[in-house]
């Protein structure tokens, strides 16, 4: 078919303009994508508001430092994640040594475990009175902190380390799916034109990759910017730290606006980048031939540092922590009523089942209103509502809780006025407010689940539903639903995981009093007291195991050719 | 009774036109062929019909009831239209059984189901009424996917590109079976291809399209033997082609003269000639005249042998090549000279490109 007709032949399959159902779908997604786009809006806003030379204070004063930490910690964490998850990815799709498939899903398990909780972990166990220090110092006798020197974990460079062993999976994880999709034959056509494996490897396979690592260093670095429990512990400045310094501490809204603004160009250069790697990851497949990639055996020496490699950031980030966390928490039973730790899951649960069952039912209604062809200004809106996606929580925070509070103070006014009743605040510091926060950050993550798994349904799928007699419901139900239910499975998941571990919004936007386990391991852990909340912070580790496996399934599957038996899509 | 009937459609996509202006009619019980290149429009105005996309300009009815009418803008949608379709790549549902994919459009227990399970027999399926689409064959799933579209009764039938899917070595059986299976049923068919045997095979009726329009509408015979200008002849397969110019209502070639009918004289025409016009007989001379023919090659193809000709003119020297087709073995050596009848059925004279 000429390409022309094939693109216009394999177009979505339009429905009926005529009827409620439709426009509702139109009119819904509208709706969705200006709710999840006004937190983002509302901080411009409050940007350009007049207030008190604000910014010319911040810009005398702390905005060059901040821009100087954020901009190094992005720096260093973006060169340690490429380094790690390049590296590692490279190892064990490329080489055969001892506990190959061992390490290729275990490399991913880092990703469970929060920044705030890791920099928690090994603050305790590196700090001057920590057990490693105690040991160096019963080993050699030494008595006071002048007879030797010691690394500071609480600094720049510990933070470094600290995002680079948990984020690091991003990159691993997009590398080795870029080198598993690759097509065996451009490296053996790259091997027979003379070139030897690693070269090949070199100039072949890296350059291809390349699109899948921009994209995974683009989200590591989101994730930098988004950070606020490690930061604000190690007190290294950056704009997270400054934008709650400068608002709850100089209480100053539209400054910490506008150190959010600033904040929001850094994040429009990683979005840049991310867009600009995705479009070229499309031209980067020349051919539909796969076979087993050729993989270098690896004996002794070469072996064993392939071994060390994979295993360090494993161990570092996740055994390590694991296993103090467990160490203390079956310690600290005693010491943490279990009545508390229940309430608090509880609170955790509710909130991240309920973000987590909009979050898919939103992105799910939003993914099928695009494919039954409601024409670009629905396309578009649904990019507009992903933009939170890519935008740090603190930010978020701003934007959701100010707009909020003039809303429930206009609204008490107007009540007042009217009726002479006091209506207080209505939706600041509630549950909804908590989910909404979530919503506008997660919801990207569902919905992009969702479409892409509703991608894979053919457009001829619907057509054959809907001639068949199924009105759009209807074939939803009977014949997308059952085909996508696992992958609507995983966005819940992803979303639900996510807000448990979330810390940054869920500090501003909670009702008072009201704990969740992640802010009540801020709350103790950041006072030093990790061995209380230790059992909450591994029931956040364990729950972001979840979409770590979710994650080594996916990558497994992605190989073309490996996939069901399913008939090809023409 | 007309049981579907498109009048005038027109369709476009942004920066392509993709049907202009399409007029067809199907009875009950007839089978209508739509051949084209590829990318001439055929798929879209099945969509159209079917209702999968939205009617831009013109009108299409069903048993004689509108359903859709740009100009009323009208849209009766796909599920309410009764218009039975089969996708190209079959569109099973993977996560249904066969069964369960037959009698999707119906009530599971029924009449019609009844009819499924009855017809899964006879097509040989009943074994795998409760297996998954995947495992079936090729041919198995065109058979699960044809039964299912016409589970629900439909008055009108669409058909993809049934067969073109199929390996080669079972397409003519499972077009014949599913040629039984349509004339049995009496659904009015409207079926796009690109293959003309399958038209010449399956049709009643040939639409020829090219560029979104209806260019040729007949019956087969016509279509093949009388085809309206050189694109329809060499849809319906290879040609050799010959210049010449029109002199007293004919047009002379060095195989023979042919009737010019209504091209005015003094016209530069092409004449096309396919390939089993040319019968081949040994002639130690070869065509009488001045053009000498000797065979280039020959190769047997299974039943028919295609010979290469050398058709030289002995006046000027030029050279041109044509190709016979014969039935049966025919290989004679190369550089033997042979005398050519042609068979003036399967020639045609249309005007020159550039008139």
């Known amino acids: 078919m000429r390409p022309a007709l094939a693109r216009a032949t394999s177009a979505l399959p339009k429905a009926s303009r005529a009827g409620l159902a439709i426009d509702a779908w139109g009119i819904g997604t509208l709706a969705v994508a200006g709710l999840m786009a006004a937190p983002v809006l509302a901080v411009f806003t409050l940007a350009i508001a007049p207030s008190d030379d604000i910014w010319g204070h911040l810009a005398r004063t702390v905005l060059p430092h901040y821009t100087r930490t954020t901009l190094a910690l992005m720096l260093g964490v973006g060169v340690g994640v490429f380094a790690v998850g390049t590296g590692t990815a490279w190892l064990v799709t490329m080489c055969r040594f001892p506990g190959r498939a061992v390490f290729a899903w275990a490399l991913l398990l880092p990703l469970a475990v929060p920044a705030y909780i890791i920099a928690y972990v090994y603050t305790d166990i590196l700090e001057y009175a920590g057990p490693v220090q105690g040991a160096l110092r019963g080993l050699f006798g030494w008595s006071s902190p002048k007879d030797y020197w010691f690394p500071e974990i609480r600094s720049l460079t510990g933070a470094i380390a600290m995002m680079t062993l948990v984020l690091y999976p991003y990159v691993y994880a997009l590398a080795r799916a870029a080198f598993l999709e690759q097509s065996v034959c451009v490296l053996e056509v790259s091997r027979l034109l003379g070139r030897g494996p690693w070269r090949s490897f070199a100039s072949v396979a890296l350059p291809l990759a390349r699109p899948a690592i921009v994209i995974g260093v683009s989200l590591a670095l989101m994730e930098t910017l988004n950070d606020f429990g490690t930061v604000d512990y190690f007190a290294v400045y950056t704009f997270t730290a400054g934008i709650y310094d400068v608002w709850l501490n100089m209480n100053s809204t539209s400054g910490a606006a506008q150190l959010a603004t600033v904040m929001l160009v850094l994040v429009l250069a990683l979005i840049a980048a991310e867009r600009w790697a995705r479009r070229r990851l499309r031209f980067h497949h020349t051919t539909n031939r796969y076979r087993q990639l050729p993989t270098y055996r690896l004996d002794r020496v070469p072996a064993a540092l392939a071994v060390t490699a994979c295993a360090t950031p494993i161990v570092l980030g996740f055994v390590v922590p694991s296993a103090v966390l467990i160490d203390y928490s079956i310690g600290a039973s005693a010491n943490t009523p279990v009545a508390d730790f229940t309430v608090y899951a509880l609170n955790s649960l509710t909130l991240s089942s309920m973000a987590a069952l909009l979050a898919t039912g939103i992105g799910l209604f939003m993914a099928y209103g695009v494919r039954l062809g409601r024409g670009r200004a629905v396309r578009a809106a649904t990019r507009l509502a992903s933009v939170g996606y890519a935008v740090p929580g603190a930010v978020l925070a701003i934007g959701v809780v100010i707009p909020l509070a003039r809303l429930d103070n206009a609204v008490d006014a107007f009540m007042g006025d009217v009726f002479g009743v006091s209506t207080g605040l209505l939706l600041s510091g509630t549950l909804a407010a908590v989910t909404y926060g979530y919503l506008v950050r997660f919801l990207a993550l569902s919905f992009g689940t969702v479409d892409a798994s509703l991608a894979k349904v053919t457009p001829s799928m619907d057509g054959a539903a809907r001639t068949l007699g199924s009105a759009p419901l209807g074939a939803l139900r009977r014949v997308h639903l059952p085909l996508m239910r696992g992958s609507i499975l995983a966005a819940a998941i992803l979303v639900f995981v996510d807000s448990m571990k979330e810390l940054p919004m869920t500090l501003i936007l909670r009702p008072f009093n009201f704990e969740t386990l992640a802010t009540y391991v801020y709350q103790f852990a950041s006072r030093e007291l990790l061995e209380q909340c230790a059992p909450a912070a591994l029931a956040i580790v364990a729950a972001g195991v979840l979409p770590v496996i979710l994650l080594s399934m996916a990558i497994t599957r992605s190989r073309p050719g490996q996939w069901e038996g399913r008939r090809a899509p023409a | ?355």
């Open chain 2, 1 to 355: 009774m007309s049981e579907l009937v498109a009048i005038e459609v027109s369709h476009a996509f942004p920066g392509t036109r993709v049907l202009e202006s399409v007029s067809l009619t199907v009875e009950a019980g007839q089978l209508v062929c739509l051949i084209g290149p590829s990318g001439c429009g055929k798929t879209t105005l099945l969509r159209v019909i079917a209702g999968l996309d939205r009617l831009q300009r013109g009108r299409v009815l069903v048993e004689g009831k509108v359903v859709a009418d740009a100009d009323a803008r009208r849209h009766t949608s796909p599920e309410k239209r009764g218009i039975g379709l089969m996708f190209q790549d079959y569109a099973l549902f993977p996560h249904l059984n066969v069964f369960e994919n037959v009698v999707y459009g119906v009530a599971r227990s029924g009449e019609r189901a009844t009819w499924a399970r009855e017809a899964l027999a006879r097509m040989g399926l009943e074994g795998y009424a409760d297996a998954y689409p995947h495992t079936l064959s090729g041919g198995e799933q065109q058979r699960v996917a044809l039964l299912r579209a016409l589970a629900p009764a439909p008055k009108v039938l669409l058909l993809d590109e049934p067969f073109s899917d199929l390996d080669i070595t079972r397409r003519a059986q499972i077009r014949e079976e599913t040629f039984d299976l349509l004339k049995e049923t009496g659904v009015a068919t409207l079926m796009v291809t690109h293959d003309p045997e399958e038209a010449m095979f399956m049709a009643d009726h040939i639409l020829v399209m090219a560029g979104g329009r209806i260019v040729q509408a007949g019956p087969p015979l016509k279509t093949y033997l009388e085809p309206v200008d050189a694109f329809v002849a060499a849809l319906f397969g290879p040609v050799n082609r010959l210049e010449g110019t029109v002199a007293g209502g004919r047009v002379a070639t060095p195989l023979g003269s042919l009737a010019a009918d209504g091209i005015p004289d003094g016209t530069r025409v092409q004449v096309l000639i396919r390939p089993e016009a040319l019968q081949l007989d040994p002639a130690p001379d070869g065509v009488a005249g001045d053009t000498e023919l000797s065979v280039d090659w020959a190769r047997l193809l299974g039943r028919t042998s295609l010979v290469r000709l050398r058709m030289r003119s002995r006046a000027t020297g030029a050279e041109v090549l044509l190709h016979a087709r014969v039935y049966g073995t025919f290989l004679p050596a190369t550089g033997t000279a042979v005398s050519v009848r042609l068979d003036r059925d399967r020639a045609f004279v249309f005007p020159a490109a550039d008139n």
